[in-house]
């Protein structure tokens, strides 16, 4: 199976596949008679509906299990649509943006292919399979498929099409894929490369539009025989994308063939470039420090799926906490999150998706499994702007398996960093074995003095990708702050990301709560529903799990500030009675100009005076006011 990086744009002719599907669940790994389901004559009106995307653990057809407690069991997906007959020369494509865990696809009949990688994107060619009128599409999903457990973790392990499921059409020649890569050259240009792969020879003209609509540069490519091509733009002055002005561009994309238009294409792209220097992690020549926070996408009612809304609300939130940093933590996460990353202003790690089963690992006969994870994860999400580097597998001992990975990912993208998040015990003793292509350390929950001394030892940038685990503040509070400050303080030493973004709970009902005996730190909301985190496993959120803020987000906003207000003895001035006040701005981008601090006077609660003092400090920097 190949992987297309370009799944539906909007101008394609698409349809849906989302919504209610035919299902049965099976527990073990027979189904018996129902095995015959990919035929379109087996008979399924007696299956119940399930709607995708969703999860069938939360539709009532199995109990939820958490981390590598997963059921054994299978769950057979039907569905029958209607297509017209194609255009002489078109091309149909069936795309699942994520389904868990492993799963085999078959068209009217016929095996398109399977997958197993439930984090990943899958996209078969249809094109032969399709037949004008009804056909008939089965799913086939496996929760015992080959390294299942790489996709489990600290977290619910639900099960199903969770995701997305369009079918599309594309003309006889379209594009397959794009790599659209910026270097900054010394006199302040951007030097935008792109490279793209066709499926036949033609002409492609590419124009990037700046933010304010207006074309930028352009360039023309010849596609030979194997539909190839790379070619050039330089931006003379260049709107650069930082998570504080995430200026994008569109890359408007034209494909012709014999002077007739086949295919248009756009994307919007950030021209930025992410260089090490000195140890240093650097984003368009600046040092920045990553304010940042883990997160899973799980919600209460419907699991892991996502939409634009949840989404876009849990990174509003994350900002109004200051975070300008998120670890999709432990898999590539929905695209949309990506699109609202670049747009709103978000550095990621994108993180390569093989977390327990670590006795695979072991075993050679599982390398070409993590290199078909790291290629799906890089080939999807490779022109993202908000994508600073990549992270591969959660707390994994060293091993020859993952750095090979490592390395290929490496080679599929040179332009970006990669790490391994490191539990920090093993990392402590084994940093030495990571090779000089790793470019980033990630020990996991450093204390302040650790993340000194690293910083202090070590040549290469420390990100720490867990840290300050958020169970209250009576246990991360001190650590939280301890930490980030040598973080802010030390120039190898980038920054992090707490663990985590939310509680990890899933809505449950109970008709009788004395009945309730799966843990007892459940969150009640009347007296039959409440949110089950697991116990204690699940309760580690910033935000509880409808993410109403707790306690902890307040202190982290408070921690991640940018703008600092220094505490000093000599706060009141003695010689003239006034007062002055030292502001730090800790932007690693903007200045403070246009920010204004509101002050005001007070003896024994009676406001003596008040005024406003207008802020001009650059960034990195203190300004004195008087």
Known sequence: MDFYSLPP???????????????????????????????????????????????????GFATPRYAGDLADGLGLYRRTFKVAAPKPGERRYLRFEGALFGYVVWLNG???????S????????????????DNVLAVRISTRSRGWDFDTMDCWSISGIYREVTLYT?????????????????????????????????????????????????????????????????????????????????????????AKVSQQLEQKVGLRQVTIQAGV???????????????????????????????????????????????????????????????????????????????????????????????????????????????????????PLGLNAGKFVKELDPTRPIT???????????????????????PHYPSGSTISDYAAKLERPIVATEYAHMRGISRGGKGLQDAWDAMYA????????????????????????????????MVWLDEHRYYDTNGYFGVDGIVYSDRTPQVDYWWLRKVYSPIQIEAAPSLVAEANGGFKVVTENRHDFRSLAGHVLRWTLRRNQTALDSGDLRLTVQAKAKETLL
């Open 9 to 59: 744009s909007g101008n394609e002719a698409a349809l849906s596949l989302n919504g209610p599907w035919k299902f049965k669940y099976v527990t073990g790994q027979d189904a018996g008679p129902d095995e015959a389901f990919v035929n379109p004559t087996h008979d399924v009106s007696n299956w119940h509906e399930i709607k995708v995307p969703g999860h069938w653990e939360l539709q």
């Open 110 to 116: 016929k095996k398109l292919g399977e997958w197993n």
């Open 118 to 133: 439930g984090f990943n994107p899958a996209t078969f060619d249809v094109t032969d399979a399709l037949i004008p009128g």
């Open 170 to 258: 594309l003309p006889a020649t379209h594009l397959l894929d794009q790599v659209v890569r910026t270097e900054l050259r010394p006199d302040g240009s951007a030097h935008v490369d792109l490279t793209v792969r066709a499926s036949a020879k033609a002409e492609l003209s590419a124009t990037l539009v700046d933010p304010e609509g207006k074309a930028a540069s352009s360039c023309n490519l010849s596609l030979g025989s194997d539909g190839q091509g790379r070619g050039s733009m330089v931006v003379a002055n260049p709107r650069l994308w930082n998570a504080e002005n995430p200026s994008l561009y569109r890359l408007k994309m034209e494909l012709k063939v014999d």
């Open 281 to 399: 992690l650097m984003l368009n020549g600046r040092p920045i420090k990553l304010r940042g926070v883990d997160h899973h996408e799980m919600w209460p009612e419907e699991g892991r799926v996502a939409t634009e809304e949840r989404l876009r609300k849990d990174l509003t939130l994350m900002r109004q906490a200051n975070i300008n940093f998120i670890r999709t933590s432990h898999y590539p996460p929905h695209p949309k999150l990506l699109d609202l990353a670049d747009e709103m202003g978000f550095y990621v790690d994108c993180e390569v998706p093989f977390i327990h089963g670590r006795e695979h690992l072991k075993d050679p006969a599982f390398q070409e499994d993590l290199y078909r994870r790291a290629k799906a994860t890089v080939s999807r999400d490779k022109n993202h702007a908000s994508i600073i580097f990549w992270s591969l597998g959660n707390e994994n001992p060293v091993n």
């Open 420 to 442: 391994f998040p490191t539990m920090g015990s093993h990392f402590r003793t084994n940093w030495e074995k990571f090779p000089a292509y790793v470019d980033l350390y990630s």
């Open 490 to 521: 030390n120039p190898r030493a980038a920054g992090g990301a707490v663990w985590k973004f939310q509680d990890q709970g899933l809505l449950r009902e109970a008709k009788d709560p004395a009945t309730v005996t799966n843990g007892d730190l």
